[in-house]
């Protein structure tokens, strides 16, 4: 096999793709008969082992073979192999689908998932074998969609999110409760059409369908917005639509499930179930709110175990999904809750390292979730035993669209009427055109007894409104959506102007209400931060990063932006940019190179060099990106500054003093043609780079520099200094470029002790790339680098 | 209510005020409700004092700034008229209202929000917000938590982030342009209650 491979490597690379899955399906193919059932192997194995133990031990004429050199036992690695296999396929086709150019623009990805499924399902079935029960609920609901909601949960935009809460919470109740009946009842109406032949579908187990079908789906909300990057409110709307419509599917499935069995239904039963809903709903965020106060809590104490910090978290998470489920609460609310909650207090409290490492495993077990979800949708499309009834599934496509549409024209005539943003048509037509069913419809039908009800005939029905969904509607929403012209999602490069203004706004209109006696939307927002501010955050968060105000830490999160972003461009600094940056003389001189002219002078200010910065930056700046806080699957581009400030505080505090030291020296470095020596530079990459406060040695062949241990944190703008270096040579010249050595070009005025330039030991501890390369990347990209 | 038409006669001109500002009838009385319940002498007026009884403007870190926006320069009481101006710009703004070219920019409309919201820090009127002026927001809004130092390079930085014209200061139009991402409409409306 690997020859066969290597032997083509040379041809084109869908080819390549189609020949690993390829592959792969027939070693899975082939590897699905060497074993009965997956679990009873395994648990007759450990039962049997016991038994034999007991028995007698008469049976010893066992014949002598030769010793086996290798044997072939597949057994007892059945079950990881086969996860394994399917999880290592969803990921080559990820990587597949985004070498391919065109497809990935005009195909959304879950599309193409599915086809793939399709196509593993098909080509298993070929071979003769029995598809394994992939969608099994119990591996649906426990494993493959918690990492989703928990992603969604802890990047969740809480501001637009509790903004719209009326809205979302409308529609998901309202309108999902709508969906569900109009759907069941009219399809139970169809039933009665003598000639379809379901006459024997009652009403009970028509408005069960109709509760299943309903829900809108955040998985394929997720897959198909994130590609048409919508704008951030009707983004937020669908999307907490589907997410909070959880409790009310729960409810309904119950209840139509029980009283299925039943037959009838009491006006005390519909009571009951408002009551349960509210449960439910309630209980469900009671639970994943208490675990998110207690992972916080813990992620207070963990300075001194960095390392498990994150596991906290998934930790927490998932317990509280399962503590949910436990009490058939809504899970998935739950994990919205906990996740929600937790991530303002652990954030302040965990290191940046276990930060990075977080956001990048939710994408990941998410990313690898939702993949295999789809495909997963496929192979049991392939599999399932169907029952096609057109009555029944062209009425229920149908009578899916017509309610959604006339539901939320409706609902958006009520809610406008308490809406400052009024809601517009195009709006209508997006929120409606993205409701949008899912794997999660499938499972739940899956989940039916079959004795009770025709499920074959739900399950075929349910898959082709999925199907029709996700690909007519996902397919066709993105040319929809320029097509009518819907605002986009702003390219928000948040600006501390707006920050301030935003804040000075926030305080004004709660003072004008205050004034107005009116207890509206912003009193109760300013109320609770005071509290949270006073009580909670002492509470959840150590030591002094509690008392950080908002603006601060924004405003220290710009800079480091910015220095990072200023320590990338330098590698494209002109030379023509000479600079002597001199700390003393802090006029700054721009070159006429720069494409920006109109710098004035600055006066002398101890901030000057900080000006100067800045103004290289607006120059020469390549590459400004916004770090969002991403709710995209597929770019990781949460901000990476958010925490590690207060260290980052504490090192501009001693940057200051610095500067101050700096002052009273005389004599100072002067930057070569790349401004890269110059302190300032180097004391801004290590602004930018907190995590480097944990300085780590490696001997991996960097070459290192003697420090100069007079100033206090030169260990690590040195380091970094040689990462900017590197950066900026290219790799080359490994040995010249460590040394601070004045160059050839301009008055070069050696000095500068603190950043001695005799030898400076270079660490190189950066583990992960550094954000700024990696936050690019994450940009250009729409798939996990 | 029907009551509410025989006491908004005892509001004068409150025809004019209500084609003024916008308000419907049962907005204003309810706001003159209010504007009496906060008077509590009975003066027909209001004084700074009467503003800060209200207890939650002593925990807003810009209250002062707040207060000091309903009295005009130099003037140290507010009538119900000037009261309702001030509050009509907090009136959720009409989306399809045809205007004709000969009528003042609506005091609800995002652009006079704006303007008031420019007005506040703009305090000596001059058209332009100058660093000091940024500065004592600033201060006033981080309250001592912050150095000096921090505030000033944050105020350098806001300047330099909005000047477009090099004037080290923050005009008007500067101030609209750094704020264009931000729904104005939704930020600075309140929802006035029947």
Not at chain 1, 327 to 335: D, E, Q, T, V
Not at chain 1, 382 to 408: E, M, P, Q, Y
Request: some cysteine.
């Amino acid at each position: 096999m690997p020859s066969r491979t290597g032997a083509r490597s040379s041809r084109s690379r869908p080819e390549l793709g189609l020949l690993l899955l390829g592959m792969f399906v027939l070693l899975g193919g082939s590897l699905v008969p060497l074993g009965a059932a997956s679990s009873a192997d395994a648990a007759g194995g450990s039962t049997g082992k016991d038994a034999e133990c007991n028995k007698t031990k008469t049976e010893h004429n066992i014949t002598k073979k030769a010793f086996p050199v290798l044997s072939l036992e597949y057994g007892h690695v059945k079950v990881p192999f086969e996860i394994s296999l399917w999880v290592l396929l969803a990921s080559l086709m990820k990587l597949g689908f985004h070498l391919i150019p065109r497809l990935s623009g005009i195909v959304p990805e879950s599309c193409l998932l599915i086809s793939v499924g399709l196509l593993v399902g098909l080509l298993i079935k070929l071979a003769g074998e029995d598809v394994p029960p992939v969608l099994d609920s119990k591996l649906f609901f426990l494993c493959l969609l918690p990492p989703i909601i928990l992603d969604a949960g802890y990047f969740l935009p809480i501001r637009p999110f509790m903004e719209n809460l009326g809205t979302i919470l409308m529609f998901a109740v309202v309108g999902t409760l709508w969906n569900a009946f109009f759907v069941g009842g009219l399809l139970f109406a169809a039933c009665q059409i003598p000639q379809a032949g379901l006459s024997d579908v009652g009403i009970l187990p028509c408005l069960l369908f109709g509760s299943i079908i309903s829900a809108v789906d955040p998985v394929a909300v997720l897959a198909v917005f994130e590609e048409i990057h919508i704008n951030e409110l009707l983004h937020i709307l669908v999307f907490g639509e589907s997410l909070l419509n959880d409790a009310v599917t729960v409810v309904l499935y119950h209840l139509f499930e029980e009283f299925s069995l039943v037959g009838s239904v009491t006006v005390l039963d519909g009571f009951l179930g408002v009551i349960s809903f509210l449960v439910v709903a309630l209980g469900g965020v009671l639970v994943g709110a208490i675990y998110g106060f207690l992972a916080s809590f813990t992620s207070r104490f963990t300075s001194h175990t960095r390392v498990i910090e994150p596991l906290f978290v998934f930790v927490y998470s998932y317990m509280a999904y399962l503590s949910a489920e436990v009490f058939h609460l809504s899970g998935i609310m739950a994990l919205i809750a906990c996740g929600a909650v937790m991530r303002p207090y652990v954030e302040a409290n965990i290191s940046h390292k276990s930060h990075t490492t977080i956001k990048y495993f939710l994408k990941m077990w998410s990313s690898v979730s939702e993949t295999l979800i789809f495909i997963f949708l496929g192979v049991a499309t392939v599999d399932g035993k169907h029952k096609w009834n057109w009555t029944f599934v062209t009425s229920t496509v149908i009578l899916c669209l017509v309610a959604r549409v006339i539901g939320v024209v409706s609902l958006t005539f009520v809610i406008n009427k308490f809406r400052i943003v009024k809601l517009t048509t195009k709006d209508q037509f997006i929120i409606a055109y993205g409701g949008l069913r899912g794997a999660i419809a499938f499972s739940l039908g899956y989940l039916l007894d079959c004795r009770h009800f025709p499920r074959d005939m739900f399950l075929t029905a349910i898959i082709t409104v999925i199907f029709f969904t996700v690909f007519v509607q996902g397919m066709t929403i993105k040319p929809l959506v320029d097509l009518l012209a819907v605002k986009k999602k702003q390219e928000a490069k948040r600006s501390i102007n707006e920050e301030i203004h935003t804040q000075f706004l926030d305080h004004l209109l709660t003072g004008i209400e205050d004034i107005c006696g009116h207890y509206g939307h912003h009193h109760w927002k300013d109320k609770l931060n005071r509290f949270n501010k006073k009580y909670v955050k002492k509470f959840l968060i150590v030591g002094e990063r509690s008392k950080e105000p908002q603006l601060i830490a924004f405003y220290h999160k710009m800079e480091m932006k910015h220095a990072i972003q200023m320590v990338e461009s330098g590698s494209r600094l002109p030379s023509a940019m000479p600079s002597t940056v001199s700390m003393q003389n802090i006029q700054p001189k721009i070159p006429p190179a720069l494409p920006k002219p109109a710098e004035r002078a600055l006066p002398q200010l101890r901030k000057g060099r900080e000006e100067e910065i800045r103004k290289i930056l607006r120059s020469n700046l390549q590459r400004t990106r916004q770090r969002l806080h991403s709710y995209n699957r597929h770019t990781l581009v949460a901000d990476p500054f958010e925490d590690g400030l207060n260290e980052f505080l504490l090192k501009k505090q001693k940057m200051i003093e610095l500067d101050k030291k700096i002052k009273e020296m005389t004599t100072y470095l002067t930057v070569p043609a790349a401004a890269a020596d110059s302190p300032t530079m180097s004391r801004a990459r290590l602004a930018s780079d907190p995590q480097s406060y944990h300085v780590r040695p490696t001997a991996d062949g960097v070459p290192s520099i003697q420090v100069d241990l007079a100033s206090p944190d030169s260990p690590d703008s040195v380091k970094l200094l040689d990462e900017f270096r590197q950066a900026e040579k290219q790799e080359q010249d490994e040995d010249q470029g460590l040394m601070m050595r004045p160059p050839s070009s301009g008055p070069n005025k050696p000095g500068g002790k603190d950043e001695a330039k005799e030898q400076q030991k270079l660490m190189r501890c950066l583990s992960d790339p550094g954000p700024g390369a990696d936050e690019d990347e994450d940009e250009d990209e729409p798939f996990l680098p | 209510m029907g009551s509410s038409s025989s006491n908004l006669n005892t509001i004068p001109n409150s025809q004019e005020l209500m084609q003024e500002t916008g308000f419907s009838a049962a907005h204003l009385l309810r706001l003159y409700e209010r504007f009496e319940f906060l008077d509590k002498d009975n003066k027909g007026h209001l004084r700074p004092e009467d503003f800060e009884a209200v207890q939650e403007l002593s925990t807003n870190p810009i209250g002062d700034i707040i207060i000091g926006s309903f009295f005009s320069p130099g003037q140290e009481t507010v009538d119900f008229p000037s009261f309702v101006r001030i509050l009509a710009h907090f009136r959720p703004a009409e989306k399809n209202r045809t205007r004709d070219g000969a009528q003042p920019e609506p005091a609800n409309s995002s652009t006079g929000k704006l303007k008031f919201a420019f007005q506040l820090y703009d305090r000596d009127r001059d058209g332009k917000i100058s660093r000091e002026e940024l500065l004592q927001v600033l201060r006033a809004m981080l309250e001592m938590q912050v150095t000096e130092e921090q505030l000033e390079s944050m105020a350098e930085r806001a300047i330099q982030e909005a000047d477009l014209d090099e004037d080290d200061a923050i005009s008007f139009d500067e101030f609209k342009k750094s704020l264009e991402k931000v729904n104005i409409d939704h930020k600075m409306s309140i929802h006035f209650m029947k």
